[in-house]
T-cell receptor
């Protein structure tokens, strides 16, 4: 049982390049999330998908796009990378919202540097 | 708008001593409160949560947290710290237990020295 798997683990991009961060979960969770982590700022939600076929913006969506490919997979795309997007990116998943939700389960992150 | 404050960037404690990592929150309504821990080069791991009921919540690895509604606090505690507890700790709050509404604090680095 791998949980939440993210690829790649590290990536260096030049300004203007594009890339896709991949995320897959094997826990049959309905909801999936993309966060970015910056020093002293905690985690900020970029986009989320409450269920297969739906996606919504989070707190900091500008410069990103997402695709919920199927129930297992949720990808994050940077179309034209900027230095401000240098960060550590985390994918997470959980059961549907409700009082008896599971907590969020996180992947190990992708460390992205944009030069 | 909801918010979480972790007033200490770093907490230092000697192994075997009790530890406290502070968290205060602001939310309009009854909060769902969480603590997560992050070890180097890893994602966040769930430690414990408060939804309702007993104000003292027990979680993984011997950690516990006390919900104090009047002080809007949810401090993380452990009676006897271990060197292996050294990590980054995040407090988080949401109104409806929805992942998309979860607000994280900035994190507190716990350093336990032998």
């Amino acid at each position: 049982n791998a949980g939440v798997t993210q690829t790649p683990k590290f990536q260096v991009l030049k300004t203007g390049q594009s890339m896709t961060l991949q995320c897959a979960q094997d826990m049959n969770h309905n909801s999936m999330y993309w966060y970015r982590q910056d020093p002293g700022m905690g985690l900020r939600l970029i986009y989320y998908s409450a269920s297969e076929g739906t996606t919504d913006k989070g707190e900091v969506p500008n410069g990103y796009n997402v695709s919920r490919l199927n129930k297992r997979e949720f990808s994050l795309r940077l179309e034209s990378a900027a230095p401000s997007q240098t960060s550590v990116y985390f994918c997470a998943s959980m059961w549907e919202t409700g009082a008896n939700n599971s907590p969020l389960h996180f992947g190990n992150g992708t460390r992205l540097t944009v030069t | 708008a909801q918010s979480v404050a972790q007033p200490e960037d770093q907490v230092n404690v000697a192994e075997g001593n009790p530890l406290t990592v502070k968290c205060t929150y602001s939310v309009s309504g009854n909060p769902y409160l969480f603590w997560y821990v992050q070890y180097p080069n890893r994602g966040l791991q769930f430690l414990l949560k408060y939804i309702t009921g007993d104000n003292l919540v027990k979680g993984s690895y011997g950690f516990e947290a006390e919900f104090n509604k009047s002080q809007t606090s949810f401090h993380l505690k452990k009676p006897s710290a271990l060197v292996s507890d050294s990590a980054l700790y995040f407090c988080a709050v949401t109104l409806n237990n929805a992942g998309n509404m979860l607000t994280f604090g900035g994190g507190t680095r716990l350093m336990v020295k032998p």
